[in-house]
């Protein structure tokens, strides 16, 4: 079945830190990938997202590359601000595209 | 503005007393979808629907229940709501095609089952 594993947290870290954020998942078939990040009182909002392996979505200093070697898709960004305090989720997509499954999860905060 | 709206935004309510959430979006999607998050499983899908009386389950359809008459309505039914349903529930909607199509997602309604 398909399913999506992501780094615990919560993660604190400083301003202008490097950030990680791991999330393996397992699929049949050729999944698309996505993170997402919600806001305090809000919805989720798409970051980025890939359809194939090997692309790398990126969206506001956030990257992730598809990596079907290693079922992964790890969200990076090299300096983070205050501003990119929120909850990211990774996701992957059936084949079809009619079933998603998301991970549980990654509080971030940044101080400043 | 290209939304998805869910009513109402908080709800506190007893044990089986028949409740809807509404799920209604503007941007012509022909796709929809219902999750709750709960705290340490994250979002899980409950019902969705690839078109206008077209609706399958997701992974957890237990004791719900979804309609859709017109293409940019659709919502939850709790027939007889239990304490284990209490949860934030999401609405979401895209346009049809391969899955590489990102969802829109509503602000979230809060359920509290007493």
């Known amino acids: 079945g398909n399913s999506v594993t992501q780094m615990e947290g919560p993660v604190t870290l400083s301003e202008e830190a490097f950030l990680t954020i791991n999330c393996t998942y397992t699929?049949?078939?050729?999944?698309?990938l996505f993170w997402y990040v919600q806001y305090p009182g809000e919805g989720l909002q798409l970051l980025l997202k890939a359809t194939k392996a090997d692309d790398k979505g990126s969206n506001k200093g956030f990257e992730a590359t598809y990596r079907k070697e290693t079922t992964s898709f790890h969200l990076e960004k090299g300096s983070v601000q205050v501003s990119d305090s929120a909850v990211y989720f990774c996701?992957?997509?059936?084949?079809?595209?009619?079933?998603?499954?998301f991970g549980t999860g990654t509080s971030l905060t940044v101080i400043p | 503005e290209a939304q998805v709206t869910q009513n109402p935004r908080y709800l506190i309510t007893v044990t089986g007393k028949k409740l809807t959430v509404t799920c209604s979006q503007n941007?012509?999607?022909?796709?929809m979808s219902w999750y709750r998050q709960d705290p340490g499983l994250g979002l899980r899908q409950i019902y969705y629907?690839?078109?206008?009386?077209?609706?399958d389950k997701g992974d957890v359809p237990e004791g719900y229940k979804v309609s859709r008459k017109e293409k940019r309505n659709f919502p939850l039914i709790l027939e007889s709501p239990s304490p284990n349903q209490t949860s934030l529930y999401f609405c979401?909607?895209?346009?049809?095609?391969?899955?590489?199509?990102?969802?829109?997602f509503g602000d979230g309604t809060r359920l509290s089952i007493l």
């Open positions: 941007m012509n999607h022909e796709y």
């Open positions: 629907s690839m078109n206008v009386e077209v609706t």
């Open positions: 979401a909607s895209r346009s049809n095609g391969q899955g590489g199509l990102p969802q829109h």
């Open positions: 996701a992957l997509s059936s084949r079809t595209g009619n079933q998603f499954y």
């Open positions: 699929a049949t078939g050729y999944p698309s």
